[in-house]
């Protein structure tokens, strides 16, 4: 039984992201597909700005290449900035998901300074910041994955379907398709549907350099999200168009 299109896709990218090019009749031989199949299939990617078409094959696009953890601390304000607002949203709310990531991460830096809640996180380094005698601090179980800092497979699904929380703070690889948050890593695919299935309310953090990357796989379209928390910087044209898929909450400027 042949893949569907998405499926072949899906595969080529985690090919690609495996071994960094692509040739089309080895494509075309592995899937059992003609030539004109995988010509569009690279096309369909290439518009989608996942990879780039060369002859006879594509390489990988370097916006969907995922960076190690010690390389996104670029952008440190735009990150806080994202933070605050996130912080304002909570209103009280008393169980707390909180996704990994750098963004993620600026959150928990705040979070010890509010009343005591209960926070769970899916992020190894937000798990090490968070006071456990001030807050309830639970780290799903699981494997470690080093490039993320966070923790994925049955486990952390398993533990996430017995929670419940009132809101949700979900990282993202890029949103420059701007179909939906996306993510690097099948393996926290199926984690961030976890998350996103067990919160009553689910806002996507991202600052505005986001909107240059992307991630090879979609979590999910903006029906499913409440919100996107993000910076000023973001692009007019960008913004214009997004806030008729979903709400966007930016901080406010603190008048002097």
């Given at each position: 039984?042949?893949?569907?299109?998405?499926?072949?896709r899906?595969k080529?990218?985690?090919?690609?992201?495996?071994?960094?090019?692509?040739?089309?009749?080895?494509?075309?031989?592995?899937?059992?597909?003609?030539?004109?199949?995988?010509?569009?299939?690279l096309?369909?990617?290439?518009q989608?700005?996942?990879?780039?078409?060369?002859?006879?094959?594509?390489?990988?696009?370097?916006?969907?290449?995922?960076?190690?953890?010690?390389?996104?601390?670029?952008?440190?304000?735009?990150?806080?900035?994202?933070?605050?607002?996130?912080?304002?949203?909570?209103?009280?709310?008393?169980?707390?998901l909180?996704?990994?990531?750098?963004?993620?991460?600026?959150?928990?830096?705040?979070?010890?300074?509010?009343?005591?809640?209960?926070?769970?996180?899916?992020?190894?380094?937000s798990?090490?910041?968070?006071?456990?005698?001030?807050?309830?601090?639970?780290?799903?179980?699981?494997?470690?994955?080093?490039?993320s800092?966070?923790?994925?497979?049955?486990?952390?699904?398993?533990?996430?379907?017995?929670?419940h929380?009132?809101?949700?703070?979900?990282?993202?690889?890029?949103?420059?398709?701007?179909?939906?948050?996306t993510?690097?890593s099948?393996?926290?695919l199926?984690?961030?549907?976890?998350?996103?299935?067990?919160?009553?309310?689910?806002?996507?953090?991202?600052d505005?350099?986001?909107f240059?990357?992307?991630g090879?796989?979609?979590?999910?379209?903006?029906?499913?999200?409440?919100?996107l928390?993000?910076?000023?910087?973001?692009?007019y044209?960008i913004?214009?168009?997004?806030?008729?898929?979903?709400?966007?909450?930016?901080?406010?400027?603190?008048?002097?």
């Amino acid at each position: 039984m042949k893949d569907t299109a998405s499926n072949r896709r899906q595969k080529i990218l985690q090919k690609l992201q495996k071994d960094g090019s692509v040739n089309s009749a080895e494509l075309a031989k592995e899937f059992h597909v003609t030539m004109e199949t995988i010509r569009k299939d690279l096309h369909t990617l290439a518009q989608e700005k996942l990879i780039i078409k060369d002859f006879g094959g594509a390489r990988i696009s370097h916006i969907t290449m995922e960076k190690p953890w010690e390389q996104r601390s670029s952008k440190v304000e735009r990150k806080q900035e994202v933070a605050k607002k996130a912080i304002q949203l909570l209103n009280g709310k008393q169980v707390l998901l909180l996704d990994s990531g750098t963004t993620c991460h600026e959150i928990a830096l705040l979070l010890n300074q509010l009343p005591t809640m209960d926070i769970i996180t899916t992020s190894v380094t937000s798990f090490l910041t968070l006071d456990g005698k001030h807050h309830q601090v639970f780290l799903t179980g699981g494997r470690k994955r080093e490039k993320s800092q966070s923790v994925v497979g049955n486990w952390s699904i398993q533990f996430l379907q017995s929670i419940h929380a009132d809101i949700c703070f979900l990282g993202t690889s890029g949103l420059l398709s701007l179909q939906g948050p996306t993510s690097h890593s099948y393996h926290e695919l199926d984690v961030k549907k976890a998350m996103i299935q067990q919160s009553e309310k689910v806002y996507v953090v991202a600052d505005s350099q986001k909107f240059e990357e992307t991630g090879f796989h979609l979590i999910c379209d903006w029906s499913q999200i409440d919100g996107l928390i993000t910076d000023s910087d973001i692009p007019y044209a960008i913004y214009q168009e997004l806030c008729k898929k979903v709400p966007i909450y930016i901080l406010e400027e603190e008048k002097s």
